[in-house]
Each structure stands twice: as structure tokens, then as C-alpha cells.
T-cell receptor, first 111, second 115 residues
Framework: KNEVEQSPQNLTAQEGEFITINCSYSVGISALHWLQQHPGGGIVSLFMLSSGKKKHGRLIATINIQEKHSSLHITASHPRDSAVYICAVEGSGGGADGLTFGKGTHLIIQP | ETGVTQTPRHLVMGMTNKKSLKCEQHLGHNAMYWYKQSAKKPLELMFVYNFKEQTENNSVPSRFSPECPNSSHLFLHLHTLQPEDSALYLC??????????????FGPGTRLTVL
């Protein structure tokens, strides 16, 4: 069973700061997902990646398959970025095995 | 309506009740999932359906019974639950279960309280 660890668990930063959230996993994967969960429960998929780097607006996700590590970066952070950010991995069986999730990083951006 | 919808959004039930959670996706996807999110714990996969066939049952107790009558609808039937089953139950769908087609789209969840 894959173990997914996220750090930090909690992060408070000032508006405009550059944010980095880390995710490491223990067993080889077919893909890694970054998800955003707002208060109230709704979850949005931010990225799905299996190699390299992806960018969407102010969000950047990177993955290093050899090191079993991924990072999510937020540039020019804004209070509306406040949410829980969750890393999840797919095993070698792909979606048939579902996703294994980290505990999430609770991010608060103060104005 | 678009995306993934779940009903009810909130549910309170006694341990002897029988209730059902409903999930519907309007995205034309072929795979659907049930996840459980308990307080202070990571999301846990419960069930995976692909083309209406169950591909994964993640050691879920039999008091949770899924049903997938077609690719657009997924139900979770609840029977004689325990207070520790109180959680947020999330449904998700994806186009497929392979590669980039496995990007998952989540519903808003049902907040379940078992008394």
C-alpha cells in the first residue's frame, strides 16, 4: 500500500508570498493528482501529472519520479487560495485501484 | 445541470435506519467512485465502478452497499450504520480509469451523521 506524506500540515502566509507544498510517496505510481478542497467540502482537481511540470495560472506542479516526490507551488498568493491542498496517487493499476490520498495541507493566506 | 451532483447534501440517521446516497454525473464519464472523508483522516476510497462494473471494493463493511445502474448514476445504500460511519461521503467521476482520462471530478459531498 502506498504511503503518501504531505508537508507542511498547516501553513499560514501573507498575501503575495510564494507557497510550496510537498508530497512524497513510497511506491511507484502511474500518476499523481493535486486537489483543492474548500470549506464545506467541495474538491476541485488542480493537476494530474506523471512526469515533469505543469502550470496553470499562478499554480505550478512538479514531479520527480525517481525521488518519488512532487511539489505544488503558488505564486503571488491571494486570500482566495486559502483551502486544503491534497496530494493523491494512482497505483500501477491506474484508476481501477482508485486514489490514495495524503492528509492534506491546510493553507491560510492572510491579507 | 452540469458536473457531478450529490443528494442529499446533509443526512442524519439512526443506527437502525436504511437510507441511500445518490450521485449523478452529467459529464459523459464511464467511471464513478465513492470516497469517505472522516474527521482528521485522509480521504479513503470505498468503491470504483467502470462501465457499470465494480472494479474495486476497498474492504468496505457490508453495511455499505453500492449500486451503479448506469454510467451516469451511482448509489450508496446505507443500513445499520455505526456512529463512527459519520463522515463526508464524496462521489467522483472520470472519463475512464486509464492515464490522463482518469482526472477525477468530485461532487459536493453528503455530510452524514449517524446517531
Amino acid at each position: 500500500k502506498n504511503e503518501v506524506e504531505q508537508s507542511p500540515q498547516n501553513l499560514t502566509a501573507q498575501e503575495g508570498e510564494f507557497i510550496t507544498i510537498n508530497c512524497s510517496y513510497s511506491v511507484g505510481i502511474s500518476a499523481l493528482h493535486w486537489l483543492q478542497q474548500h470549506p464545506g467540502g467541495g474538491i476541485v482537481s488542480l493537476f494530474m501529472l506523471s512526469s515533469g511540470k505543469k502550470k496553470h495560472g499562478r499554480l505550478i506542479a512538479t514531479i520527480n519520479i525517481q525521488e518519488k516526490h512532487s511539489s505544488l507551488h503558488i505564486t503571488a498568493s491571494h486570500p482566495r487560495d486559502s483551502a486544503v491542498y491534497i496530494c493523491a496517487v494512482e497505483g500501477s493499476g491506474g484508476g481501477a485501484d482508485g486514489l490514495t490520498f495524503g492528509k492534506g495541507t491546510h493553507l491560510i493566506i492572510q491579507p | 445541470e452540469t458536473g457531478v451532483t450529490q443528494t442529499p447534501r446533509h443526512l442524519v440517521m439512526g443506527m437502525t435506519n436504511k437510507k441511500s446516497l445518490k450521485c449523478e454525473q452529467h459529464l459523459g464519464h464511464n467511471a464513478m467512485y465513492w470516497y469517505k472523508q472522516s474527521a482528521k483522516k485522509p480521504l479513503e476510497l470505498m468503491f470504483v465502478y467502470n462501465f457499470k462494473e465494480q472494479t474495486e471494493n476497498n474492504s468496505v463493511p457490508s453495511r455499505f452497499s453500492p449500486e451503479c445502474p448506469n454510467s451516469s448514476h451511482l448509489f450508496l445504500h446505507l443500513h445499520t450504520l455505526q456512529p463512527e460511519d459519520s463522515a463526508l461521503y464524496l462521489c467522483a467521476s472520470s472519463q475512464d480509469i486509464i492515464g490522463v482520462r482518469n482526472e477525477q471530478f468530485f461532487g459536493p459531498g453528503t455530510r452524514l451523521t449517524v446517531l
